[in-house]
């Protein structure tokens, strides 16, 4: 099949831009006609060898934080219809929000949609961690783009969600059914390494959503009663490292904190195998990369409910869930492995076998590609 994926833009390895570009490699190692659509990819992070092709749309400087992108919307929208009328592709995939406002009637072409999460338009998660001065405006416009962009969805064939959580949600404020497909991960990739469990609690620390700074908090009460722990926050950078790195200090863990910064998906691999355990304090988490490739390399994994979590997590199992803010039972756990380590090695492997099982990365692109055939049989 002749296919154009079209992404919001590819300048991090990370979220919906990995899912792409991931799904996009598998397709061209499938024999298909793959072309890439974004404002802007940063060759350097993306290279493939395969035959499939990226087209930007703009350039770096009007990414969808810029006021440019918002004044230049029809513009893309136009120029995305124009290649498209080009290419004359059999199926059109568009991957995540904002992107989706980019979408038209292409003639009898099947369009799909996989949004990933709504959430930057629909709840306060990304807002509250925006800048002040940022909040409010936002908070204004995306009351005129929510109209924009609920009527831009009529011209979507179908949706399809990574979780019945996302699913509901979209449910809820687009009144439409969407197909779930849960998401995976790299099995292969995301495996156990023989690298026996040390007293780590990890964390990501990439964004603010992440809550490094709740577990910090947490670690705060737990070494007024015991120091053989230690946290470790991987990603953070900028402001946000600096941010964490004070509040290490004013709760004077600087003994029992690890920064590492950025790494490499090979060093991540290590860190997750190594540590007894993994958090994912996110709100409303729409899924949680983290959550299966913590499980798939062997590590159990705290996160707050409701969200994605809660259908990746065994509870007591595979890890724990508990509610947003729950500060008691988060240390609670976090002290279950530290006074009973093997209990990382048993929830581990169980954690494992159900990544294996069920966030086979491999096995969602097969079904995600079987279904996009089926539309473009349908349409013919």
């Given at each position: 099949m002749k296919i154009v994926i079209v992404i919001p833009h590819l300048t991090s390895i990370g979220g919906a831009a990995r899912y792409a570009w991931e799904?996009?490699?598998?397709?061209?190692?499938?024999?298909?006609?793959?072309?890439?659509?974004?404002?802007?990819?940063?060759?350097?992070?993306?290279?493939?060898?395969?035959?499939?092709?990226?087209?930007?749309?703009?350039?770096?400087?009007?990414?969808?934080?810029?006021?440019?992108?918002?004044?230049?919307?029809?513009?893309?929208?136009?120029?995305l219809h124009n290649l498209i009328n080009q290419e004359k592709p059999d199926i059109v995939f568009f991957n995540h929000y904002p992107c989706t406002m980019w979408v038209e009637k292409y003639d009898d072409i099947p369009t799909i949609c996989y949004p990933q999460d709504i959430n930057l338009l629909y709840?306060?998660?990304?807002?509250?961690?925006?800048?002040?001065?940022?909040?409010?405006?936002?908070?204004?416009?995306?009351?005129?783009?929510?109209?924009?962009d609920k009527r831009k969805w009529k011209f979507f064939d179908e949706i399809i969600c990574h979780s019945n959580f996302t699913a509901k949600n979209v449910r809820k404020f687009y009144n439409v059914n969407p197909k779930v497909m849960l998401l995976g991960t790299d099995i292969k990739k995301f495996c156990p390494k023989n690298i026996p469990k040390s007293n780590c609690i990890l964390t990501l620390g990439d964004t603010k959503i992440r809550r490094a700074d709740l577990l910090l908090k947490a670690a705060a009460i737990?070494?007024?009663k015991r120091k053989d722990f230690k946290i470790w926050i991987v990603g953070s950078k900028g402001k946000l490292d600096s941010d964490l790195k004070n509040l290490t200090k004013k709760f004077n863990l600087e003994e029992q904190v690890e920064f590492f910064g950025k790494v490499s998906d090979e060093e991540l691999v290590e860190l997750y195998s190594q540590a007894l355990v993994v958090t994912h304090l996110v709100k409303e988490a729409p899924f949680g990369l983290i959550v299966t490739e913590s499980m798939s390399c062997g590590t159990p994994v705290i996160a707050w409910k409701p969200g994605g979590p809660e259908e990746i997590i065994v509870h007591d199992e595979t890890g724990f869930l508990i509610e947003e803010n729950d500060e008691k039972n988060l240390i609670r756990y976090i002290e279950k492995f530290l006074d009973s380590p093997n209990l990382s090695n048993d929830m581990g492997l169980n954690a494992r076998n159900r990544s294996t099982k069920f966030f086979n990365l491999l096995n969602h692109h097969k079904q995600m590609r079987d279904h996009l055939q089926y539309w473009i049989n349908k349409k013919s």
């Open positions: 799904f996009s490699e598998y397709l061209s190692s499938q024999g298909d006609d793959v072309i890439i659509v974004s404002l802007y990819t940063d060759r350097q992070l993306y290279r493939s060898n395969s035959r499939m092709r990226i087209i930007d749309l703009t350039n770096k400087k009007d990414l969808t934080q810029s006021i440019k992108f918002w004044w230049n919307l029809k513009k893309i929208s136009k120029s709840t306060d998660t990304y807002i509250n961690n925006l800048p002040a001065k940022i909040q409010i405006p936002w908070r204004i416009i995306r009351l005129f783009i929510r109209i924009y737990l070494s007024t």
